[in-house]
């Protein structure tokens, strides 16, 4: 598969878990599929789907930071749409979408520059579909298993093998010598 091939990526978070779903198109086969990796991604991906956040700013004619793309979706002639959320005053999130950017035209001012960031993506998008590039997941002490979380040695236990082993109170004066 060729990363010309990805129509659509879009990103879903539940309270710990991500998911990507990417649509490709398969020549092979003549058909579209559609793919969810459940991997961290990689942090030049996440970077890449930021670097998308000026463009969904810039249509929606507003300087706040609050908007953040969660993916992309191309549609016939090289147009794009860019699939984001903004948080309101009252703090619910609400799901936008940009109309279709013709990224081969000239209407916003900005088509060359999110073309090269939608490559960018699209690049890091074919890199984590193919598993040449993921991120590392950092555990947290919820994240580890219940079966083997460390237990306390009991006192007594170990007061009994303490008195089980011959232990002397003086070290011995043997000499010690380095191995050349």
Known sequence: MDQ???LSMKVS???????ITVDYFVPEINRNRSEEINEVPHQDFNA???S??????HVFHSDDEGYVPTGFKYTANDKVII???VSTASGQIVGIATP??????DVYGFEDDLSEALSTLVMETH????GKKVGIKQLSIDDQPKDEVEQPYPEEKFNEELAEEEVSDAPGNEEFILPE
């Not at 998308?52 to 700013?57: A, H, R």
């Not at 279709?100 to 035209?105: E, F, G, K, S």
């Not at 890199?127 to 193919?130: A, C, D, G, Y």
């Open 4 to 6: 010309n091939n990805i």
């Open 13 to 19: 978070k539940t309270d710990k878990k991500i998911t």
């Open 48 to 50: 890449a789907l930021l």
């Open 52 to 57: 998308l956040s000026p463009f969904l700013c």
């Open 83 to 85: 699939t984001g959320k």
């Open 100 to 105: 279709a950017i013709d990224t081969n035209d």
């Open 127 to 130: 890199q984590l579909l193919t």
